[in-house]
């Protein structure tokens, strides 16, 4: 990689680019300064998010001493996961089937699986409400985490169209004759696919599955309507909150989640190699 | 289900809380899994000492539950809602599972008419000689048969004290006046906005008519310029920041927003204005109903409902709990609005047919 | 190059498109179904909705009242769209030509503020923008500073401060919704830049055009497909944006989906509720169908 030479400026090396820097460094801040005021309120002396009372740090042994928050944090997680490794492979199974084939009633196959993405949050809680509950009588007295079943269904059907989109823009700019290649070499359908199709669209791949993962883990409406008894997401407890507002407890939570995602991500790109995370994008 | 079978026998909670939760996400939190069932174990009433509490988070004390665990060995399990129109909505489809859930008022009248609660048994709750004779027949539950009440609240106006010139005992400041312009906060709800509108004209906030709803409609077409937010109850919130400072409010979030803030205060009209109750209620279907009855019981004893006043600072209609508090408590005006102006407060009743109306009205008044 | 004929690879086909038709078909289709029906009835009593064929529910929500709000809330998506293509095009080529030890943390670090919840988040922002918030408390920093500024040089000091209004008005909902639709742009825009031919913007530089016109001539092109998908998955979650509008929007800041949750919770009319629902559905799906069918034309030829 003899483009990315320390010094002096290449041409192409738009993020050394002072008016690039620029820019990032106004977007970061536009999206961390809400971030940094929630961190600040984790310390506010006040059961309510709203004016500055004075330091504490009571909320932080509070909310780590709380069962019914860490509870709820593990089975947003979970959801999370689970509902975004299933969505990443539907969903690039159905950008590979939009992209490569010819089929009759392809448009309205490719309005539907989109169709997901457009109904309004309550709808589909609904919807998914009378078919679980009373369509499909699903149980709600399983043991975790099968009992979070239903939510998980839920999820991966709101969050697959979104890696399918983002899988098909990558794709318009596959190379085919890669895969003519790879055929002419005596490579088999599932081998092409692994080794041509996949890197190609790891970016894509990565992409969506960040997305997946935002939407899961923040959503209240659906989640609310399939789940069943003591199944507390983190988003529910805090919009049962709203009622009498919102304590700092839930700050000094996203904090520590937060900063425990930047820890784990540092300690995975320390342990795979910087290099070898570069290279899979 | 024969899965469900299975995976109902093997419910060692516990172990398969923390070693899938581990595994899942890697993460390792401490007391993760803290919460295993008394499995099997069977109480003298016949049940599984397991109950399923519905409830609003942080609207309990904050030891209750283990003190109610304590006393009776049976395991709480508190799952949250965030308003009563999604606890209907849910329940639409059939009970999942909850012992006890917490209603409104308006909310109580259309679950029993929509055969959702279940009645409860006098005999197993002798607390309720603590209840507040005057909440004992109520127009939403004659005789308690469905309901009983665990607080009440009532709709007033909270204001910024050295902001406001003089006291705003009428909702004139409100809804029919520029004096305090951008400065004031609706709340979103619009049944609540038409019925108090309703009030301010005179009228009994249950008696409203189409045709009031026009009239009602100009009228707050005319105000809106005034008005700066319709909140979605986080009116007292609004009232501390300083973004607004006279706010359409129930006079527990204001007495909360109270302790933090003194420059705040809290009036009811004197045109009179709505109450509204909270209350606890057995659904039909709730699978452990003799613990629900014992766990209602135990939320009226006076001990229980003054620790829980404590927490929520809300009005309570428990007169034991009430007489256990403190002089700051049982004497504060704003919780305990005075008696002739509550004798001009009425509970909205539910009105299907009037309800639809008031939504589209109110979207009008939005979109004008 | 042309799309295969489905029939030329059966298996593979039934590979890659059975589970998705089947989980689509059941998850998605079939609960829809439920309530596509209940548009076409009415409420009887409180719990049950009767199937009766009814048009009513549509005639309502096509009234003007509704379509306005439909209109109003297109608009508000579209600009927000716009402002986050605007802001996220940038940000989208600095991780794609970032240094290989950047770039997963630039992906990170667009991403990581989306983790914590979206209703904490629009709180702090609220706290960022109100009328005693730090947004305007720096400004009246600025301003006194400005003031103290011309009396040093001898001129009349400026005015008093007042508070600039930042929040509960249809500004505050733009802006609170591009924060949260920020990622939806940058993230599909950087996976279709990623790897794209860099010989291509060489050559354009070495022949002698700007940075600003390389861009737009080569860089956009390419990207045209992440741009398509950017735009659909950040306007059409913005179209249906309710929370933003309901706490950051002034006193005529409703949104339709506001409409639509009112619907299904506050009047609890279910089958109106669905009805504006399936509006939406109805555009969203003729738009997308369209779409599919233009790109198929010039194949056949």
């Not at chain 1, 030479?5 to 820097?21: C, D, G, I, K, V």
């Not at chain 1, 999370?80 to 009633?105: C, D, E, H, N, Q």
Request: aromatic content about 12%; charged content about 20%.
């Amino acid at each position: 990689m003899a483009l990315f030479a320390r010094t002096p400026l290449a041409p192409l090396e738009y993020s050394r680019t002072l008016w690039m820097r620029a820019w990032v460094g106004l977007v970061m801040l536009f999206l961390y300064a809400p971030l940094i005021v929630l961190m600040i309120f984790s310390f506010n002396d006040s059961k309510r998010n709203v004016v500055w009372r004075g330091f504490t740090t009571k909320y932080y042994e509070k909310a780590l001493g709380n069962d019914v928050l860490v509870e709820a944090l593990v089975n947003s997680l979970t959801i999370a996961a689970l509902a975004t490794i299933a969505s990443l492979i539907l969903g690039a199974v159905a950008a590979v089937m939009l992209w490569r084939f010819r089929f009759p009633l392809k448009g309205a196959v490719d309005g539907t699986i989109s169709l997901p993405i457009i109904v309004p949050e309550i709808c589909m809680g609904v919807a998914f409400l009378i078919f679980f509950a009373k369509w499909l009588e699903w149980p709600t007295d399983l043991i975790w985490p099968f009992n979070l079943g239903a939510i998980i269904i839920a999820h991966i059907t709101f969050c697959f169209p979104f890696v399918t989109m983002v899988v098909r823009s990558r794709l318009a700019s596959f190379n085919r004759e890669q895969e003519e290649a790879a055929k002419d070499l005596g490579a088999g359908e599932w081998g092409v696919f692994r080794d041509v199709l996949i890197p190609h669209m790891k970016p894509a791949l990565v992409a969506g599955a960040l997305l997946s993962f935002t939407l899961s883990l923040d959503d209240f409406v659906i989640t609310y309507f399939t789940s069943g008894p003591d199944t507390i997401t983190f988003p529910v407890k805090v919009y049962s909150m709203v009622r009498f507002s919102v304590t700092p407890e839930v700050n000094a939570a996203s904090t520590l989640l937060i900063l425990l995602t930047i820890v784990l991500t540092a300690v995975a790109l320390k342990l795979q190699g910087v290099k070898a995370i570069a290279e899979t994008h | 289900m024969d899965l469900n079978e299975l995976l109902a026998q093997g419910r060692n909670r516990r172990s398969l809380l923390q070693a899938m939760g581990v595994a899942a996400i890697g993460i390792s939190f401490g007391g993760l899994a803290a919460c295993s069932k008394g499995e099997g174990k069977k109480l003298s009433n016949g049940e599984e000492a397991k109950l399923n509490f519905y409830n609003w988070d942080t609207y309990i004390g904050e030891t209750t539950l283990d003190d109610f665990k304590k006393s009776t060995g049976v395991e709480v399990t508190m799952d949250l809602f965030d308003s009563n129109d999604t606890l209907f909505a849910k329940f639409k489809a059939g009970n999942p599972g909850y012992d006890v859930i917490v209603p409104s008022n308006d909310f109580v009248e259309r679950m029993v008419r929509a055969d959702m609660l279940q009645p409860l048994d006098h005999a197993q709750i002798p607390n309720i000689k603590n209840v507040d004779p005057s909440f004992i027949n109520v127009d939403y539950d004659p005789g308690r048969k469905f309901s009983l009440p665990y607080t009440w609240l009532v709709l007033g106006i909270g204001y910024r004290k050295s902001k406001v010139k003089a006291k705003p005992d009428s909702w004139k400041v409100l809804f029919d006046s520029p004096e305090y312009a951008g400065r004031i906060a609706w709340l979103s709800e619009a049944g609540d906005m038409f019925r108090l509108y309703g009030k301010y004209l005179g009228k009994s906030v249950n008696a409203l008519t189409p045709a009031d709803i026009e009239t009602i409609s100009a009228m707050m077409i005319k105000q809106k310029p005034n008005v700066k937010k319709f909140h979605e109850d986080d009116g007292q919130d609004l009232l501390l920041k300083g973004d607004v400072d006279v706010v359409l409010e129930y006079n527990g979030d204001i007495a909360q927003a109270m302790v933090e803030d003194d420059d705040i205060d809290f009036i009811v009209p004197k045109e009179g204005s709505q109450l509204n109750s909270d209350t606890l209620c057995i659904p039909k279907g709730a699978p452990h109903p003799k613990n629900a009855h014992a766990f209602i019981n135990y939320m009226l004893d006076a001990e229980v409902g003054k620790k829980i006043t404590e927490t929520i600072l809300y009005p309570t209609p428990n007169l034991a709990a009430k007489a256990l508090m403190p002089d700051t408590y049982k004497n504060n005006p704003v919780i305990f609005p005075p008696a002739d102006i509550l004798a001009k407060c009425e509970y909205a009743k539910f009105n299907e047919k009037l309800q639809p109306l008031y939504e589209e009205a109110f979207t009008k008044v939005r979109a004008s | 190059m042309a799309e295969q004929d489905w029939k030329a690879n059966k298996r593979v086909f039934a590979a890659v498109s059975l589970p998705t038709l089947l989980w689509t078909l059941l998850f998605f289709v079939i609960p829809m179904a439920i309530v596509w029906f209940y548009s076409f009835g009415e409420n009887k009593g409180l719990t049950e909705i009767e199937f009766s064929g009814t048009l009513e529910n549509y005639k309502r929500a096509t009234e003007y009242l509704y379509l306005s709000i439909f209109g109003k809330s297109f608009a508000v998506a579209a600009l927000v769209t716009l402002i986050c293509l605007i802001i996220g095009f940038p940000v989208a080529m600095a991780i794609t030509f970032a240094s290989e030890k950047w770039r997963p943390w630039l992906l990170l670090g667009v991403m990581l503020p989306f983790w914590t919840n979206l209703l904490i988040r629009t709180y702090a922002l609220m706290m960022l923008l109100g009328s005693q918030g730090f947004a305007n408390k720096g400004l009246e920093t600025l301003w006194g500073g400005a003031s103290w500024f011309k009396t040093l040089v001898g001129l009349q000091p400026l005015p008093t401060w007042e508070p600039v209004q930042l929040l509960f008005n249809n500004f505050a909902v733009v802006f609170g919704l591009v924060y949260v639709h920020l990622p939806f742009m940058v993230l599909p825009l950087y996976a279709a830049l990623d790897r794209l031919d860099r010989s291509l913007i060489e050559a354009s530089l070495d022949l002698g055009a700007g940075h600003f016109r390389t861009i737009m001539r080569i860089v956009v092109p390419l990207a045209a497909p992440g741009i398509v998908a950017g735009v659909m998955i950040t306007l059409i979650p913005a179209l249906g944006a309710y929370l933003t509008p309901d706490l950051m929007g002034g006193t005529d800041s409703q949104m339709i989906a506001n409409v639509i949750e009112r619907q299904f919770k506050k009047a609890n009319d279910w089958p109106f509720g669905a009805a504006l629902s399936f509006i939406l559905i109805y555009a969203m799906f003729i738009l997308i169908a369209l779409q599919a069918m233009r790109k198929k034309v010039p194949e056949v030829r």
